[in-house]
Nanobody, 130 residues
Framework: QVQLVESGGGLVQPGGSLRLSCAAS????????IGWIRQAPGKEREGVSC????????YYADSVKGRFTISRDNAKNTVYLQMNNLKPEDTAVYYC???????????????????????WGQGTQVTVSS
């Protein structure tokens, strides 16, 4: 069964950290670019960070630049999103998604307008609140 499974979400205080994981099963992530996309109630979907399949190039939305770090471990078939200095506005459901085409910039920027990823995870809730 082909699937992406996110984990690592939860409740954290402002300024805290979380690390999200995106584990693939049924296929290998080696050939896929991966995006982390978030959706908050009443807000537009946002591609926060993306990583390529080939050269490891990355893209970060301005809203998370300097605070989030995306990485991948192909041996573990997993992609991570390290989130530091979390803010209340980071509260959202975070999804990972896989695509075999497109640049990391396109994957992230066009996530808001329906970029066609091949696979999506079910999402993990991140809540930043005191």
């Amino acid at each position: 069964q082909v699937q992406l499974v996110e984990s690592g979400g939860g409740l954290v205080q402002p300024g805290g950290s979380l690390r999200l994981s995106c584990a693939a099963s049924g296929f290998t992530l080696d050939y896929y670019g991966i995006g982390w996309i978030r959706q908050a109630p009443g807000k537009e979907r946002e591609g926060v960070s993306c990583i390529s399949s080939s050269d490891g190039s990355t893209y970060y939305a301005d809203s998370v630049k300097g605070r989030f770090t995306i990485s991948r471990d192909n041996a573990k078939n997993t992609v991570y999103l390290q989130m530091n200095n979390l803010k209340p506005e980071d509260t959202a459901v975070y999804y990972c998604a896989a695509s075999t085409v497109g640049t990391v910039q396109a994957m992230c920027v066009m996530a808001a307008v329906g970029y066609e990823y091949d696979y999506w995870g079910q999402g993990t809730q991140v809540t930043v609140s005191s």
